[in-house]
């Protein structure tokens, strides 16, 4: 029998008997950031394809919660940390090989955009409101001009960030669930995934719904296909990557992951989104409500499972 | 100049004296340690092995930690020492998830908190680390790699040695003497 | 037990009598800190010697800029520690700060029927004390005043008790400790092993450790200079059931059945006689009984011990080999916890032996010759001569013994109808004796017929609950105590002082013995002014200074004469009856014991049952160090070692807490931790002494593991000095109740 054993007591906050280090802040962070790049990537994606008539929640109605959703995920983020009175530190340097650090940049610029965006839509929503100052009809106007400029930045920041939320994990190659360069894109096309699935919702409009369905049933497809992928690429590395994909394949998080992400987080949306499509009668919530249920879960599953997951020596 | 330590895990009794040493030298609050014993016991009985080692932060020359912090409180500094600077520290753990050898936590305060080859407090005054100058079996060594002299560099040439998860990569500055 | 008189009290139930504290102590402890103010640099650091084990190593108090203790240090001069303390050396400074520590004196009172401790003035407390002590002398004559102490508090307590007219004083560091071993040696060579141990680790070539688990048992300077001798490549060869730290560093580890050392001991000294691997001038020189010792191991083969050991007859010859080989640069370890199966005297006997015929006693790599500081003691009157000798509660028994048998005094305390001694007042001082004592119930029958039991303790361990008055004495960091002479190969003088004031109010086991002499009208045994006074006085005679010790912490002498190590062919008179090395007991003999060893069998486990083993963990000491915040931060339980296989048969699993029942079917109050390991046999099950505390008021060690006393109920006593043999109790698996912390109320 082999027995490994730390016989000096240590019992450091956070970090034994296994890390612990992140709660429910990073992954909920993750999921709305996830969320918000969803959206604002098809709210971009449209406007740069000139099709914001076909697609009115996407452009229009749903970015109206991304400044939410960016805020109250940075706020969760901030709750995380430790040493929260020097939180403006973040702001002092750019470190590029930290996706912490670039990712907060990120964050940096596309919520103001968010913001902007949801204003020049009340302007459009509410055009007899009287906005008071000279200086915001001339903003307005200069952010009008151009909106397809600012609509390539945003389309280019949301994948940032849709992919950042995954790539945050997977920098840390002390945690071989974790360190799996799938995760990156996994975690984006979980986040346009759930974009989707929040327009549909959103939408009052039976075509835009379809529409999204179709594209969720593909970054569903896209998903599984990675996640697949995934475990086949721990299984056929070292140890330890062994090690991690067996939490999920007979391990503690079996259950949650396989029925509640897999299943009913994916399989089974897809698969109503489909019926929806051959015109069968489904509630049109139920797909989406599930997906975003599915893409939350997925996120608390990695976090945890993957600060679970270790290096033997 | 490259500060390094090395365990003589064949010598090492795995009484904690280090463990202590630093916690009172270092003002490590109780309920923390900067360092800490592991015991590896192989075989069946009576046919048995123990492998004791007295592990801390390695010192990574590459190290995932420096890497990953968004404010680079996590930094290198003389002789290759990784520290922390507690006012740049914001605490988001990053650092923390990303050693593999589970050597930092978070102090109460706030800041993230691992050892410091007691640099500053010690070392630059010349003397040795606490948990070195403690041990009861002299079985830890430290100095400057790049001093053929110090003591680290001289027992590395006379004896075998591994470090720990090598294929992680973070080429550690702490050699474990087998 | 008759229905407690004296009931047990957790001291949670403590009273508080609303008592004003301030103004209420004594003149201030006699100056203590006088010299400690102002003088910044002064105030750095200040020199003491380590109390939480008897190894008392020297080191240095220093103090952060607000003033607290920060960290203790050794001492560099220091030939027990070179400047490196042990864990709990270092972690002392726990001692200190733990604020469950005895804050007051307290006295015993009964309140609506309910006894509790009531908070007193030390001159409620001392003032009862000695009128008690008093009406007992004259009832009874001062002999009936006994003394248990463990520590540096000895000196002053025994100094006033036999100022006071009794040489009751006893230690459990006998009788539960090292005596098998100093008798043993005392009638093989004239003289004891000593502590610290006059062992040369340092130049051995070989080293045999029979159940001594240094690495574990961190006496400090054995410790190092076993580090030492690694390095230098000597074989290590360990006998231990278990596979101790030691056993791990070791060429040779032997895997010995329980309970049957002495015949491998006997079956090694076959081997060497018999391939004459044997020091042959040594032995002809110095030696006495060696044809005896011939004739008499004949019949002990390794073939013979193999059957007994389960060591296989091979590795026998081959360890006696190594060490004949390495001799007389040899060191087969006495020991030291040597109380185990009740012929313990006849085992370290047979010791004893195998290191004289290697030639080991007397020579380097072996056992030198220890010399210490010729230090006189502070003038006073002679003590009275007392009319009946402690030894005299057992007399007719364990006449061999050298030291006073502690459960000797113990059972006479009892009263019995064949017994005249019955000892009236217990003075317990730095001992915990319901951890110390095997047999509690016994224990707990003789506190019962007591007068009076006062504990000076610096922590609200189990002994206090049955206390009438309990002292508070402060901790080794702030207080004076005797200079530490110690026996080394070089003598050295090494000084404590207190670093800072007594926290609360406690006071120091000076004071409290010289204010209490004083109210027993023995004020002209304590002539000095203060402890300052006398210590200048002491160190003084030895043309050292009170003010120089503060300075260099340790003083080291040189040698008078040149015999750490025999010289070559010189004639040596050992302190024997035939003046030589006694192979063949004659003491022994005399007394009716073998003179020879003789292999006798022990005990084994029955069925369903595992032997109780139980040993030291590097970061404790005993109970004493239980509350330590930091050493618990380190250890806060025992656990239970169980093999695999024990555990697969009971479905035992890691981490699980378990109770333990014993063969007289004694349950453990508490419950203990399963670790399943490799480390440990089938045939036993291990814990680490000292856990198991039920005095909520230590917050954190109460409830934390078990404590092996209780489980210890079958005791041998060795008839030769009256050793407490502990190690034939077996424990079986209780799964009901097994939360952890939880205790089971009577
Ligand atoms: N079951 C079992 N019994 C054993 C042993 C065993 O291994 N197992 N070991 C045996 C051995 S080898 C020995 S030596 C004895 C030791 O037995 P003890 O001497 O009783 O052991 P300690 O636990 O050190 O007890 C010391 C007591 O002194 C107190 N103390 C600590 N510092 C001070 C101080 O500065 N002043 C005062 N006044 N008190 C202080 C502590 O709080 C504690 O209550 O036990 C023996 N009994
Ligand atoms: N850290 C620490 N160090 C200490 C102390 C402490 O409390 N803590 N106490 C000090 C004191 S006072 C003493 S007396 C010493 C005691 O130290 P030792 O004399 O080394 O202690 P023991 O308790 O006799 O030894 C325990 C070892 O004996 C083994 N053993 C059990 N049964 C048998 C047997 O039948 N045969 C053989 N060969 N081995 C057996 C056990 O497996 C265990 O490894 O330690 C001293 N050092
Ligand atoms: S102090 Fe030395 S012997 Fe003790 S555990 Fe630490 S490294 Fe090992
Ligand atoms: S051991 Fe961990 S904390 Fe230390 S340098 Fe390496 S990665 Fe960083
Ligand atoms: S916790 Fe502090 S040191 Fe660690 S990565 Fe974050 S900011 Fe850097
Ligand atoms: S080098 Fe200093 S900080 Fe690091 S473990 Fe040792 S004592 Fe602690
Ligand atoms: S061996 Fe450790 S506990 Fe014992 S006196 Fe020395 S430092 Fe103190
Ligand atoms: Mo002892």
Known sequence: MREEIITSGRMNPMIDPQLHIWHWHIPLYLFLGGLAAGILFFAAL???????????TAVKIAPFITPILLVVGLFALFLDLNHQAYFWRLYTTIRLESPMSWGAWTLMVVTPISFIWCALNIKEIFPRWDWKFKFLYDLDAFFRKHLITMSWILLIFSLILGMYTGILFSAFNARPLWNTSILGPLFLTSGLSTGAAAIILMSKSHEERLRFARIDIMLIGIE????????????????????AAELFLGGPYTTPFWLFVFTLGLAVPAILEVLELRKFKVPFMIAPILVLMGGLLFRFIIAYAGQASRWLY | MRYAMAVDTKKCVGCSDCVVACQTENNVPIGYCRDWIVEVTDGTYPQLEIEIRSERCNHCENAPCVRCCPTGASHYSDGGTVLVKKYHCIGCGACIASCPYDARFPHPEGYVDKCTFCLDNRVKKGMDPACVSVCPTKCLYFGDLDDPRSPVSQILKKRKYKTLIPEAGTKPHLYFLI | MKTSRRQFIKTSSLYAGGLAMAGSGLKAASGLLKNLGGNVEGLSRTPTYCEICFWQCAGWVYKDD?????????????????????????????????EDRLKTPLIRRTVDGKQVFEEATWEEALDFIAEKMKSVAAEFGPECVVLFSHGSGGAHLGHMLKAFGSQSISAPSFAQCRGPREVAFLTTYGDIVYSPERTDIRDSRCLVFIGYHLGENMHNGQVQEMSDAIDKGATIITVDPRYSVAASKSKYWLPIKPATDLALLLSWIHVLIENGWYDKEYVEKYTFGFEQLREHVKQYTPEWAYGITTIDPNVIRRTAKEMYDASPAVIVHPGRHTTWYGDDTQRLRAVAILNAILGSWGRRGGFYFPERVQFPEYPTPAYPVPNRLPTEAYAGKYNLANEVVSNGICDATIPSVDSDCNFKVWLVNGTNLMLAL???????????????????????????????????????LERYDMVRVSRHREPTLALRMPATEPKYHSKPGDWIARELGIRLGLAAYFPWKDMEEHLDWQLKQVGSSLEEMKRIGVKKFPRQYDDLYLHEGEDFFFNTNTGKIELYSTDMEEEGFPPLPVYTEHEQPPEGFYRLNYGRAPMHTFGRTANNPNLTDLMDENTLWVNPKVANLWGLENDQYIKLRNQDGIVSTFSIKVRITERIRWDSVYMVHGFGHDNKKLSRAHGRGINDTELITNVKIDPVMGGTGMRSNFVTFVFENDNAGEEVEA
Do not use: W
Not at chain 1, 46 to 56: A, F, M, Q, R, V
Not at chain 3, 80 to 97: A, K, Q, S
């Open chain 1, 224 to 243: 599984m296909f990675l996640i697949v992928h995934m475990f086949m690429g721990f299984l056929a590395s070292t140890q330890v990557h062994i090690e």
């Open chain 1, 46 to 56: 449209y406007t740069i394809l000139g099709k914001e008539k076909e697609n009115p």
């Open chain 3, 66 to 98: 607000d003033g607290r203790i920060q960290k203790i240090i050794g001492n560099d001069d220091d030939p027990h520690c070179n400047g490196r303390l042990c864990p709990r050396g270092t972690g002392g400074v726990g001692m200190y700060h733990d």
């Open chain 3, 438 to 476: 095997p047999d509690q119930k016994k224990t707990l029958q003789a506190i019962q017929a007591l007068e009076l039991v006062v504990v000076i303790d610096t922590m609200p361990v189990e002994i206090t609950g049955y206390a009438d008055v309990v002292l508070p004495e402060c901790t080794f």
